[in-house]
């Protein structure tokens, strides 16, 4: 008989940090950040949710700079999962805000 396997659920509190929000370079590259992971990744705005693995979904939120969001990441890898969003948003999704956007 084998052992069962654990999921585990993390929940963090986040703030949307960039000037343009959950646009769509931002979600494709929460999903390439988690595409390898096998965790349930979910973000919530309000009473909104959206699967990080479908980007659509994701833009939906309508995140804005300053949105207060929830993750939740349950799985056999949740920790690597969360850890890999988190250093997203602690790194802006890379962007430079004091640029002008182009245009």
Known sequence: ???PIVQTKLVQELTVPNRMGLHTRVCSLLYSAIKDFDSEVRL???SQSADLRRVIE???LGATQGSKLRLEVKGNDAQETMNAVLALFAARFNEDDEQ???G
């Open 1 to 3: 008989m084998s052992a």
């Open 100 to 102: 002008p956007a182009e």
């Open 58 to 60: 994701s833009l939906s």
């Open 44 to 46: 919530f705005k309000g």
